[in-house]
């Protein structure tokens, strides 16, 4: 069947291409493909009736005043005069729809398109039809004496949609055009012969666990290199093929969302979701592509901690330094990162204020340490209670709690060797410059404060008493003169006792002792200076001629108190008297150190004329 445009051309339609195309397939192979054959009627049904509705259309449109002339007619193709022609050219001008070739499809013959036709043909071969454009000469061929144009090649619609072509009828003798050239669209039908892709996959999502039914977990994409307008081809449906009933997918949008409540991490961690994309709407026949998609659970603070034992036992020696741990206590918890941190606490026990809990940062430890000394003979044993809490909690799992555990901590001390101990920490003795030779002028004590009892020596570090100037005994501790003292000397004596057990050698203790040399008067007056004195001989009496002073090595408790008198064989001399100075003493001077000597006081007379010589 063929149409007639404007009056002056004919073409063939498109679905008669079809009838030939799947006859001539049918011819060389044999029976189609019963799915090849469903394919072709949903591609080409819409069409037949279109053109059912436009033929008649076409038909009844009123012929143009062109002549048509009949087959054969060569004379009055002659005769046509240019005026004509021209006339014709200018009323009309070639209009064509869209022609379809049916991609992938193939034969042994070359694929019937279409036809063109004109009316100026009579059938005498004096018409010419040559085609150009896209694939004009190797992929589309016309003939140029029928007008049918041919495929010569296997097309591919995702290759390349639709060709552009212009077609002429020239005179085959002259070359000249009997016709303006018209452009036409040549279009690849699609076939779903693409299978959906999902060009993103595999995917990894996660989701929280405990999460409640149709919680959001990710969303895949397929892609269907079809044609998404015409047909089916490209119309996907997704579905789960492995993951039920942990998850479902809406069919259309390809979101994931959880299908089962309470999915705990803690039992299974990882979902391995197969989905499946299929064009088609999902009908029979369609095709398919699959991805994977590794569901995470992601930690939720749903478990308390846990200690992996009620009771804890641990023994620590006496004479533990401060700050070091005796002990580790664990509270397990099931979930991870920072929903499985606890702090611990000691929340009751005899030891609260001797021991301490800290939180080892990376193991999550309990670690215990000593606060303060600890004393095998006064206490021996302590009971702690211990508190592990989570520091990060969920308040949607409130209810589930209380996130925290509780354990006993049982501490032994253990009893350990102790050094002697003094019965003071330091010791000042005072001893009086004249002491006799081995006085006893002091003594120390020291015990062993071990269960068992060392018997304790004595001795003196003689690093801090160079000159040998004191013993001790070694069973008693009392300290012994060795040599004189003089206070004038040395006021102060610094040494270190020594006390040692006995039956362990390297348990010593050591104590300081100042020994405070006490002041005898054993020094004689001395005058501060030598004296000399100068008298006018017009002196007048009562004048003072010299002053005098003298001082003491001594320093009695009360101060010195000096006499001053002429030498005796001056005594009766009536010219010169002797008179003290009553309140005169030395200037104030800085208190010094106990190591130092007080200052020397000084006493001052006067030498008074009594009448002139």
């Given at each position: 069947m063929t149409g007639k445009l404007n009056g002056s051309c004919f073409y063939n339609l498109s679905y008669f291409y079809v009838d030939c195309a799947v006859n001539t397939w049918r011819s060389s192979c044999g029976t189609m493909p019963e799915r090849l054959t469903e394919m072709l009627m949903d591609t080409w049904t819409p069409l037949i009736i279109l053109w059912i509705t436009v033929l008649p259309s076409i038909f009844m449109a009123p012929m143009n005043q062109s002549q048509v002339l009949p087959s054969g007619s060569s004379t009055g193709l002659k005769s046509l005069t240019e005026e004509q022609r021209v006339l014709n050219r200018s009323k009309r001008g070639w209009v064509w729809n869209q022609m379809f070739v049916l991609e992938e499809f193939s034969g042994p013959e070359p694929i019937l398109v279409g036809r063109l036709h004109t009316d100026l043909d009579p059938g005498s071969s004096k018409i010419k039809y040559i085609l150009s454009g896209d694939g004009a000469g190797t992929i589309f061929v016309i003939n140029d004496k029928t007008g049918d144009i041919h495929a010569m090649k296997r097309l591919d619609r995702e290759e390349k949609a639709e060709y552009t072509l212009t077609a002429q009828a020239v005179d085959r003798d002259t070359n000249k055009p009997l016709e303006p050239p018209s452009e036409f669209i040549i279009k690849v039908q699609d076939i779903n012969d693409n299978a959906p892709e999902f060009v993103d996959g595999p995917y990894h999502a996660t989701v929280p666990e405990m999460s409640v039914v149709g919680t959001f977990v990710t969303k895949v994409t397929a892609t269907d290199a079809d044609d998404p307008v015409y047909g089916n081809s490209a119309k996907l449906v997704y579905s789960i093929l492995e993951g039920q009933p942990y998850f479902s997918i809406e069919p259309h949008t390809a979101i994931i969302k959880t299908a089962l409540p309470n999915m705990d991490r803690e039992a299974k961690e990882e979902y391995f979701v197969v989905i499946q994309a299929k064009d088609m709407g999902g009908h029979m026949g369609g095709l398919s592509g699959t991805t994977t998609v590794t569901i995470t659970l992601s930690d939720v603070n749903d478990n308390p901690p846990k200690f992996a034992q009620s009771m804890y036992h641990f023994s620590v020696m006496e004479d533990v330094a401060l700050g070091e741990p005796i002990g580790r206590v664990k509270a397990n918890d099931l979930d991870i990162?920072?929903?499985?941190?606890?702090?611990?606490?000691?929340?009751?026990?005899?030891?609260?204020?001797?021991?301490?809990?800290?939180?080892?940062?990376?193991?999550?430890?309990?670690?215990?340490?000593?606060?303060?000394?600890?004393?095998?003979?006064?206490?021996?044993?302590?009971?702690?209670?211990?508190?592990?809490?989570?520091?990060?909690?969920?308040?949607?799992?409130?209810?589930?709690?209380?996130?925290?555990?509780?354990?006993?901590?049982?501490?032994?001390?253990?009893?350990?060797?102790?050094?002697?101990?003094?019965?003071?920490?330091?010791?000042?003795?005072?001893?009086?410059?004249?002491?006799?030779?081995?006085?006893?002028?002091?003594?120390?004590?020291?015990?062993?404060?071990?269960?068992?009892?060392?018997?304790?020596?004595?001795?003196?570090?003689?690093?801090?008493?160079?000159?040998?100037?004191?013993?001790?005994?070694?069973?008693?501790g009392k300290i012994t003169l060795a040599t004189p003292l003089d206070r004038e000397t040395n006021m102060w004596h610094n040494i270190t006792i020594v006390a040692t057990e006995t039956r362990n050698h390297s348990q010593v203790s050591r104590v300081p002792v100042a020994i405070k040399v006490l002041d005898v008067n054993d020094n004689a007056p001395e005058f501060a200076s030598e004296h000399e004195a100068f008298l006018c001989e017009n002196g007048k009496p009562g004048q003072v001629i010299q002053i005098v002073s003298a001082v003491d090595k001594d320093d009695p408790k009360n101060g010195h108190y000096f006499l001053y008198s002429l030498l005796p064989e001056m005594v009766n001399n009536p010219n010169f008297t002797i008179k003290k100075n009553e309140g005169c003493r030395a200037p104030d001077r800085q208190i010094p150190s106990l190591l130092r000597p007080k200052p020397e006081v000084i006493h001052q007379v006067f030498i008074r004329l009594d009448r002139p010589t």
């Open positions: 990162g920072e929903n499985a941190k606890s702090s611990y606490d000691i929340i009751e026990g005899d030891g609260m204020d001797i021991f301490e809990i800290t939180t080892d940062a990376q193991t999550q430890d309990g670690i215990i340490r000593v606060r303060k000394p600890l004393d095998f003979e006064t206490k021996k044993s302590y009971t702690l209670k211990v508190e592990a809490t989570n520091i990060h909690i969920d308040p949607r799992f409130i209810s589930g709690g209380p996130f925290k555990d509780t354990a006993t901590v049982k501490i032994v001390v253990e009893d350990a060797d102790e050094p002697p101990v003094f019965s003071s920490p330091t010791y000042l003795l005072e001893v009086h410059e004249n002491a006799a030779i081995n006085s006893v002028i002091g003594q120390v004590t020291a015990h062993d404060p071990d269960v068992s009892s060392s018997p304790i020596r004595f001795s003196i570090d003689r690093h801090t008493d160079l000159e040998r100037q004191f013993n001790i005994n070694a069973e008693d």
